[in-house]
């Protein structure tokens, strides 16, 4: 999957605020700084198109782009901690529950989780809601570039144990190296049944 044309389309916060079109979706979710809105920006070669921060929290609304004018990436607020208040944090999570309980147009699913750590109640609870809903879904370790090779494959083999995943079924990421990026790529373009062979 080639990306040609990026277009950020709107921010929203509720169902009535989302964009009106019928367009595929991809979301991505993860904890608080896991490099959400980085690996977004590796994907699409754009380094400033969505807002990075080493501050987590950086995403507080449902960011919408539109990829290639047929494809639409959705960037969710990062839920665990962050550096906001709690009355903000306290409306992320019904934020990302309702849009992910009501969005017709979502196609799957991209789980970030930092290589570095293991997963959380929140990553759990977010697998087995989307297993449960039979939402396709793909789990990225991210920050891959700060393990040596070895420690790479120790920590995927200990978070895919974790999740009942095979080792392959999990994608080693890195902005830094680029590590995982045609991967990726290549599972959004399976997931949306290979449509966007004219882009390669």
């Known amino acids: 999957m080639i ?14 605020q989302y964009p009106e079109y019928e367009f595929d979706e991809i979301a991505f979710a993860g904890r608080s700084n896991v490099g959400k ?8 070669q754009r380094r400033d198109m ?23 990436f959705v960037d ?6 962050a550096k906001v208040s709690k009355k903000i944090r306290s409306q992320w999570q019904p934020m990302i529950n309702l849009y992910l309980s009501n969005r017709q147009n ?19 609870d977010m697998v087995e809601w989307l297993e449960s809903h039979g ?3 793909l789990v990225i370790l991210t920050k891959s570039d700060k393990l040596s090779k070895t420690n790479q494959a120790k920590r995927q ?10 080792n392959d079924s999990v994608i080693l990421f890195s902005t830094k190296t680029k590590q995982g990026r045609d991967t990726v790529l290549e599972e959004i373009k399976n997931l949306t049944g290979g449509d966007n ?3 390669r």
Not at 50 to 72: A, D, H, R, W, Y
Not at 106 to 124: A, H, M, S, V
């Open 3 to 16: 990306i040609k044309t990026v277009q950020f389309v709107k921010s929203a916060v509720k169902p009535s």
């Open 37 to 44: 809105s980085s690996l977004i920006n590796t994907l699409i």
């Open 50 to 72: 969505v807002k990075t921060s080493s501050k987590p929290g950086c995403t507080q609304l449902i960011n919408f782009f539109l990829i290639n004018e047929m494809l639409s």
């Open 76 to 81: 969710l607020p990062g839920y665990g901690y």
């Open 106 to 124: 979502l196609l799957g699913l991209i789980l970030l989780i930092d290589i570095r750590r293991d997963p959380q109640k929140e990553e759990f």
């Open 135 to 137: 939402i396709p879904y």
């Open 157 to 166: 083999s200990a978070i895919c144990s974790q999740l009942n995943r095979e």
């Open 197 to 199: 062979d004219e882009q």
